[in-house]
C-alpha cells in the first residue's frame, strides 16, 4: 500500500521558516504532480502549490515569493520551503501525490502536519 509521510510541521514566530518533506513509501511505478495543500480551522482546504514531474510549479496568490515548492524525483519526495511565515498560515498542510501503482493513476493523500506561526 502506497503511503505518503509529511514531516517538518511546528510551531514558529512570525517571519521565521520552516521546511516541509513528504516521502513516498510503498511500491509506485509512476509520480505525476505532487503538491501541498492546507486547512484552516473551520475553512476548506486549498491549494497551496503544487509541481509537475517535469518541475513546472504552481503557487497560491497568497503564498507567491514567500514558498517554494520542489521535488527529488529518485527519492520520490516532495518538499515546501516556507519563508516569511505570517499567523494567516497556520493550518494543517496536507501532502497530495498522483500516483501510479501499476492499476491506474490516483490520487493519494498524506496525514497532514500542522504548522502554527505565531509570537
Known amino acids: 500500500q502506497v503511503q505518503l509521510v509529511e514531516s517538518g510541521g511546528g510551531l514558529v514566530q512570525p517571519g521565521g521558516s520552516l521546511r516541509l518533506s513528504c516521502a513516498t513509501s510503498?511500491?509506485?511505478?509512476?509520480?505525476?504532480?505532487m503538491g501541498w495543500y492546507r486547512q484552516a480551522p473551520g475553512k476548506e482546504r486549498d491549494l497551496v502549490a503544487d509541481?509537475?514531474?517535469?518541475?513546472?510549479?504552481l503557487y497560491a496568490d497568497s503564498v507567491k515569493g514567500r514558498f517554494t515548492i520542489s521535488r527529488d524525483n529518485a527519492k520520490n519526495t516532495v518538499y515546501l520551503q516556507m519563508n516569511s511565515l505570517k499567523p494567516e498560515d497556520t493550518a494543517v498542510f496536507y501532502c497530495n501525490a498522483h500516483i501510479n501503482c501499476g492499476l491506474g493513476t490516483v490520487p493519494v493523500w498524506g496525514q497532514g502536519t500542522q504548522v502554527t506561526v505565531s509570537s
Open positions: 510503498g511500491r509506485v511505478f509512476s509520480i505525476g504532480t
Open positions: 509541481i509537475t514531474r517535469g518541475g513546472s510549479t
